[in-house]
């Protein structure tokens, strides 16, 4: 593997048994991602998606295959400790709440990241959460804010800012627009698009939107039935699909393969006017 090369996942299996059948989440997948890139992953609900981000992050097991991110196989990560291990990979998730203690502070629940790896002074450690707020377009004084007291897209650009703290390697990010309302998702993924522009950031983004992983990233896998079934260039996948069923995810959104724009996306959200909930 090149120093290029942020990811491979190499004939990667996992079946999961029901009563009365094998479900193949991953069914011999393989895929390579180059460091600094952002490679969107789209399917439909139970093509798998989540079953390899959790193989990725070490979540769930494979029956056979090999994982291999930053140089280093399961075998290789699973000795690592502390921040030597939390750096490879980390995954931020479609609940931002589930990534965040309702007790802490957004200021003491980032603040605890950073020091696991860092000795700061306590006016250090404000000035990083500040630093890192600011990444995600948030004022300073959210810090001493609780989680219940934040919106649901705040919340969210609270869990990358957590992530961010970590200074990932590898961000594997499962749907986490999904649940919020379209402005909402519009901002962040504008926000994921400059994070990635400014800090190089290498990314798995996934979503079963393609409008939304078009938008951002600049390569594409599409997964059907635990299957990599089509792999290229955002715009490649979206203008000239070559699978049935990429095919059949452009058709179901016509405006993406006619005029090449989003319906997810409102232009003027796109080109990022400020929106109310980014500024409450
Ligand atoms: N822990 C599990 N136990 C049994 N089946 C599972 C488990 N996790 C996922 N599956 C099954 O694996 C398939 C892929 O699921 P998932 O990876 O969640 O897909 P996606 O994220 O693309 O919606 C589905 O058929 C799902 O029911
Ligand atoms: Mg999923």
């Known amino acids: 593997m090149s120093n290029e090369t942020i990811l491979e996942v190499r004939d990667a299996c996992i079946t999961f048994e029901k009563r009365d059948s094998v479900v193949h989440a991953a069914d011999h997948i393989?895929?390579?991602?180059?460091?600094?890139a952002m490679l969107g992953l789209v399917g439909e609900s139970g093509s798998g998606k989540s079953t390899l981000a959790k193989a990725i992050v070490g979540m769930q097991p494979l029956d056979s295959g090999q994982i291999i991110i930053d140089g280093?196989?399961?075998?290789?990560?699973?000795?690592?400790?502390?921040?030597?291990?939390?750096?490879?990979?980390?995954?931020?998730?479609?609940?931002p709440y589930s990534s965040l203690n309702p007790r802490m502070s957004v200021g003491d629940a980032i603040g605890e990241v950073l020091e696991t790896y860092e000795h700061l002074s306590a006016e250090e450690l404000r000035d990083s959460v500040a630093e890192l707020l600011r990444l995600v377009h948030l004022p300073a004084e959210v810090a001493s804010k609780m989680p219940d007291q934040l919106s649901g897209g705040m919340r969210q650009r609270i869990a990358v800012a957590k992530c961010l703290a970590v200074r990932p390697k590898l961000i594997v990010a499962d749907e986490i627009t999904s649940a919020l309302d379209v402005s909402v998702q519009a901002v962040v993924l504008n926000l994921i698009r400059s994070l990635h522009e400014q800090l190089g950031l290498s990314m798995l983004f996934i979503s079963h939107n393609l409008a939304a992983v078009r938008y951002i990233c600049d390569d594409i896998a599409v997964m059907h039935h635990g299957?990599?079934?089509?792999?290229?260039?955002?715009?490649?996948?979206?203008?000239s699909p070559k699978d049935p069923y990429t095919?059949?995810?452009?058709?179901?959104?016509p405006s993406l393969g006619d005029a090449g724009r989003d319906v997810l996306l409102d232009p003027a959200l796109a080109a990022g006017a400020p929106q109310p909930e980014g500024q409450r």
């Not at 393989?30 to 600094?36: A, C, D, P, Y």
């Not at 280093?72 to 609940?95: N, P, Y």
């Not at 990599?228 to 203008?239: D, L, S």
């Not at 095919?247 to 959104?253: M, P, Q």
């Open 72 to 95: 280093l196989s399961q075998h290789d990560r699973a000795k690592l400790r502390g921040h030597a291990r939390a750096e490879i990979v980390q995954m931020v998730f479609q609940d």
């Open 227 to 239: 299957r990599i079934v089509e792999v290229g260039p955002a715009e490649q996948i979206v203008r």
């Open 247 to 253: 095919r059949s995810l452009v058709g179901a959104i």
């Open 30 to 36: 393989s895929l390579t991602m180059k460091r600094g």
